[in-house]
């Protein structure tokens, strides 16, 4: 089951989604539909309805949870939404090591809310710039932008 776009305004607004969550999740949500479109012109077969609501929920734990990707995976899974917890799993850094995106929908998903920083839409670079800044140097940034840098060329090419 897959919810649709308004119920997925209701879940935001119910779980209590700040605005600047809300505002970020629907800005990677419109980036990865238009991913979706581009890979659709080069033949892929994409689930769009499912790349759009992974893509508004991802972040429906964000500032409510320790773990907001697990927490927020379990929350969409007890709610039967399952194939979009599967996603939402697999949208932070922290699943590339044991379980990184597979379809082409979870990468679509990882890839949009890397691109996005509060609502607009930057290079890889200045995102991560931007990461390492408010979440500090304990990360493996470099290995992280590595994967999303390679992400990029699968799915969009030299021209991203």
């Known amino acids: 089951m897959i919810p649709n776009f308004r ?18 999740s629907f800005s990677v949500a419109n980036y990865a539909l238009k ?3 581009t ?3 080069k033949g892929h077969k994409i689930n769009k309805e499912l790349v759009l609501a992974a893509a508004l929920l991802h972040d429906i734990k964000k500032l409510n949870a320790k ?10 899974e007890n709610l039967g939404y399952e ?3 599967e996603i939402v799993k697999k949208h932070g ?3 590339l090591e044991k379980n990184p ?3 082409i929908e979870e990468k679509i998903v990882f890839y949009a809310d890397k691109r996005d920083e509060w609502g607009q839409i930057v290079t890889l670079e200045e995102r991560f710039e931007k990461l ?4 500090g140097p304990n990360q493996n940034w470099g290995q992280f932008y590595e994967y999303t840098k390679s992400l990029e060329k699968e799915l969009i090419g030299e021209e991203a």
């Open 101 to 103: 995106p597979k379809t």
């Open 35 to 37: 991913t979706a479109e």
């Open 93 to 95: 850094f922290e699943c």
């Open 39 to 41: 890979l659709e012109k």
């Open 7 to 24: 119920q997925c305004v209701n879940l935001l607004t119910e779980y209590a989604v700040k605005e600047t969550i809300f505002f970020h």
């Open 67 to 76: 773990h907001h990707t697990k927490e927020g995976a379990e929350l969409l």
């Open 132 to 135: 390492k800044e408010r979440y």
């Open 83 to 85: 194939e979009v917890a």
